[in-house]
């Protein structure tokens, strides 16, 4: 089985657990900090070993900032950690995982994949100057 993350719509958690056969998809509201709580969560539903994964998948270039982040930093730990090869994918070819599989045999693991944005980070406030002072 694959996993792939799905970081791509704010407040919204999307995760699938697919082989060459089937694909089943969990959506829940949730903030990124979910995100492994998430995963774990559905791996045991779904009584799949994260040790039993053959790849993951994260899809990249759509979403937040922090979305991106943190899906691409828990799906680079796993690959690591149990040496199963991560591709970047995009929004469009999460409607059907079976089209990337294939692309898990040519991924050398363990390796890294870098976040894509959509935008710039929007992080912190622009400062005002107080007109009282």
């Known amino acids: 089985m694959f996993l792939l993350i799905d970081p791509s719509e704010n407040d919204c958690i999307k995760l699938a657990l697919f082989s060459s056969a089937e694909v089943i998809w969990k959506e829940e509201s949730g903030a990124p900090r979910d995100l492994l709580l998430f995963i774990d969560s559905f791996l045991k539903e779904q009584k799949v070993s994260p040790s039993a994964l053959e790849g993951i998948a994260v899809t990249v270039g759509n ?3 922090t979305n991106t982040r943190v899906a691409t930093v828990i799906g680079n730990t796993f690959s690591f950690v149990y040496r199963i090869p991560i591709i970047a994918i ?3 070819e999460i409607e ?4 990337f599989i ?3 045999l040519f991924t050398s693991s363990p390796q890294y994949i ?3 944005y959509s935008g710039e980070p929007n992080i912190g406030q622009t400062s005002t100057v107080d007109k009282y002072t």
């Open 90 to 92: 995009t929004k469009e």
């Open 63 to 65: 979403g937040r900032f």
């Open 96 to 99: 059907n995982p079976f089209s």
């Open 102 to 104: 294939s692309r898990f």
């Open 114 to 116: 870098s976040a894509t």
